[in-house]
């Protein structure tokens, strides 16, 4: 794929904070394989960033039933009393993290409760610690609000885990806050709570560091120990931590766009305050939805797990038997960050790499779209949340393209 250039201010009418920021990598990559399937090519998507799995019909049903019962205009800004308490119980029961509803919020994905809250918070120059490889959204949000993003390199022989004594090196008095995502995106990397408890020991010596702990993936998880989350595994922080949970990723419901997030009501009071004059509140027939979601059964999660770890384990064994890929076992989420720099003399670089594979019928994005130079990984991101066929098909091709 060739580089999307960063929107640069050629046009004078684009702003200087817009400027900072590029496209997203990952929807571009699939809006071409959108495109190069309407023209009649046979591509098989792995680039986008969701299950392939119906969203549960008693889901779909609540949003038809709120159709019907005219919920069709606007809620409060940080959504319905019924939802604020439906995302409490989700808070509790799937987290552990035990909040009021007054320091939940509700917004249009977890995407836009990321926005909001880096917007509400960070000042020109103030630095933000993310490790790489990250998920592409972060630095680029970082960016538009004018602050700096400090990349904390991981590697797959160490995880994709940071330490506690990166972390300790990386803090300066200009840090305002560290991103942890885990399961993260693209590499599926996980933590468990004494890891967690050695890095809140560290930031227990910066009381100016906020935490933002992205946990959109927690349901989604293959190891048998339980979800570990800085909130709950170091509660003395948690005044400083805000926790990002949806229902895009645990319930197939990326279209409905919403998101959830758990903190200290100063800083949902200020994401509430910046969502009034943006979305003003996520949409309504949307959140009836997520209340089913959020109370209705959960047991088809058990299934999507055991589905999506076999699709997990059928694409790594047979990446790592094409010469020159090298793929650790992702814990979580669905992506495999595959390593490829061993192919790098033949293609030049990733992008290159993932424009071969595109002309070969299968869309995957390269590495460097999720800061994988920052930590001298060349490769691509495959998602394996995709039907057990195709997927097997996608993987054939990928072996002859490489061979
Ligand atoms: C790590 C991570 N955080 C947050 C999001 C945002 O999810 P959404 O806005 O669809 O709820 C995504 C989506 O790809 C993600 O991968």
């Given at each position: 794929?060739?580089?999307?250039?960063?929107?640069?201010?050629?046009?004078?009418?684009?702003?200087?904070?817009?400027?900072?920021?590029?496209?997203?990598?990952?929807?571009?990559?699939?809006?071409?394989?959108?495109?190069?399937?309407?023209?009649?090519?046979?591509?098989?998507?792995?680039?986008?960033?969701?299950?392939?799995?119906?969203?549960?019909?008693?889901?779909?049903?609540?949003?038809?039933?709120?159709?019907?019962?005219?919920?069709?205009?606007?809620?409060?800004?940080?959504?319905?009393?019924?939802?604020?308490?439906?995302?409490?119980?989700?808070?509790?029961?799937?987290?552990?993290?035990?909040?009021?509803?007054?320091?939940?919020?509700?917004?249009?994905?977890?995407?836009?409760?990321?926005?909001?809250?880096?917007?509400?918070?960070?000042?020109?120059?103030?630095?933000?610690?993310?490790?790489?490889?990250?998920?592409?959204?972060?630095?680029?949000?970082?960016?538009?609000?004018?602050?700096?993003?400090?990349?904390?390199?991981?590697?797959?022989?160490?995880?994709?885990?940071?330490?506690?004594?990166?972390?300790?090196?990386?803090?300066?008095?200009?840090?305002?806050?560290?991103?942890?995502?885990?399961?993260?995106?693209?590499?599926?990397?996980?933590?468990?709570?004494?890891?967690?408890?050695?890095?809140?020991?560290?930031?227990?010596?910066?009381?100016?560091?906020?935490?933002?702990?992205?946990?959109?993936?927690?349901?989604?998880?293959?190891?048998?120990?339980?979800?570990?989350?800085?909130?709950?595994?170091?509660?003395?922080?948690?005044?400083?931590?805000?926790?990002?949970?949806?229902?895009?990723?645990?319930?197939?419901?990326?279209?409905?766009?919403?998101?959830?997030?758990?903190?200290?009501?100063?800083?949902?009071?200020a994401m509430e305050?910046?969502?009034?004059?943006?979305?003003?509140?996520?949409?309504?027939?949307?959140?009836?939805?997520?209340?089913?979601?959020?109370?209705?059964?959960?047991?088809?999660?058990?299934?999507?797990?055991?589905?999506?770890?076999?699709?997990?384990?059928?694409?790594?064994?047979?990446?790592?038997?094409?010469?020159?890929?090298?793929?650790?076992?992702?814990?979580?989420?669905?992506?495999?960050?595959?390593?490829?720099?061993?192919?790098?003399?033949?293609?030049g670089d990733d992008?290159?790499?993932?424009?071969?594979?595109?002309?070969?019928?299968?869309?995957?994005?390269?590495?460097?779209?999720?800061?994988?130079?920052?930590?001298?990984?060349?490769?691509?991101?495959?998602?394996?949340?995709?039907?057990?066929?195709?997927?097997?098909?996608?993987?054939?091709?990928?072996?002859?393209a490489l061979a």
């Open positions: 794929m060739p580089a999307i250039a960063a929107t640069r201010p050629e046009n004078p009418h684009l702003s200087d904070a817009l400027a900072r920021i590029a496209p997203s990598r990952t929807t571009a990559m699939t809006d071409r394989a959108i495109a190069l399937k309407e023209a009649g090519h046979d591509i098989i998507a792995l680039s986008v960033g969701e299950p392939d799995f119906a969203t549960p019909p008693h889901v779909v049903a609540a949003a038809k039933s709120a159709l019907d019962a005219g919920a069709t205009r606007y809620t409060t800004v940080g959504g319905t009393a019924r939802l604020k308490a439906a995302a409490a119980l989700h808070f509790a029961r799937d987290l552990g993290i035990e909040l009021p509803t007054r320091q939940i919020t509700v917004s249009a994905g977890g995407k836009q409760a990321i926005f909001h809250a880096l917007l509400a918070s960070l000042n020109a120059d103030d630095e933000v610690l993310i490790p790489a490889p990250w998920w592409v959204s972060y630095p680029e949000i970082v960016h538009f609000a004018g602050a700096r993003v400090v990349a904390l390199p991981t590697m797959a022989a160490g995880g994709f885990r940071i330490t506690p004594a990166q972390l300790a090196a990386a803090i300066t008095p200009r840090t305002r806050w560290l991103v942890l995502n885990a399961p993260g995106n693209p590499t599926g990397a996980c933590y468990t709570a004494s890891e967690l408890q050695a890095l809140g020991a560290v930031l227990a010596r910066h009381p100016r560091v906020l935490v933002l702990s992205d946990d959109i993936y927690a349901a989604l998880r293959y190891a048998d120990r339980p979800h570990a989350t800085l909130a709950v595994a170091c509660p003395q922080l948690a005044e400083r931590v805000l926790t990002i949970s949806g229902v895009s990723k645990s319930h197939a419901m990326t279209g409905f766009r919403i998101g959830v997030a758990a903190g200290p009501a100063w800083l949902i009071a305050r910046l969502q009034s004059h943006s979305s003003g509140n996520a949409c309504s027939v949307s959140q009836a939805a997520a209340v089913a979601a959020f109370e209705g059964p959960q047991g088809f999660l058990a299934e999507w797990r055991g589905r999506l770890r076999a699709r997990r384990d059928a694409c790594v064994a047979a990446l790592n038997a094409m010469p020159g890929l090298s793929v650790p076992v992702p814990e979580g989420a669905f992506y495999a960050m595959v390593d490829a720099g061993a192919l790098m003399a033949r293609f992008e290159a790499l993932a424009l071969h594979l595109l002309n070969h019928g299968v869309a995957v994005v390269a590495a460097s779209a999720f800061g994988g130079r920052e930590c001298g990984l060349a490769g691509f991101r495959i998602s394996f949340a995709a039907d057990d066929a195709r997927l097997a098909e996608a993987l054939r091709r990928i072996a002859k």
